[in-house]
């Protein structure tokens, strides 16, 4: 079984920038696709981000893309989301999960197997 675990949220003015890490054990991520995605008070679960885990494939929503970063390392067990020109609207807990074997539609949450606990993002002035 994996354990996820995210950090780096916080409270970030508009225009600032959070790198997101997702540190897992239990097992190796090397076997998963690993998608972030956010909740926002009273709104559905959204899919951010998705790294494949072995050719390279990186999938981002147009809400977020040219602002965002998805990287894995491996090494370290610990795929990292890098988020800049923050705005109020990415205001949300985000989540990290691993996703098993091809990867469908990266953004449908139910295709994802094991979450953790979410890290809250706050952006506000």
């Known amino acids: 079984q994996v354990q996820l675990v995210e950090s780096g949220g916080g409270l970030v003015q508009p225009g600032g920038s959070l790198r997101l890490s997702c540190a897992a054990s239990g097992s190796t991520l090397d076997y998963y696709a690993i998608g972030w995605f956010r909740q926002a008070p009273g709104k559905e679960r959204e899919g951010v981000s998705c790294?494949?885990?072995?050719?390279?494939?990186?999938y981002y929503a147009d809400s977020v893309k040219g602002r965002v970063t998805i990287s894995r390392d491996n090494a370290k067990n610990t795929v990292y989301l890098q988020m800049n020109s923050l705005k109020p609207e990415d205001t949300a807990v985000y989540y990290c999960a691993t996703h098993t074997g091809d990867i469908g539609i990266w953004y449908h949450a139910y295709e994802y197997d094991y979450w953790g606990q979410g890290t809250q993002v706050t952006v506000s002035s």
């Open positions: 790294i494949s885990s072995r050719d390279g494939r990186i």
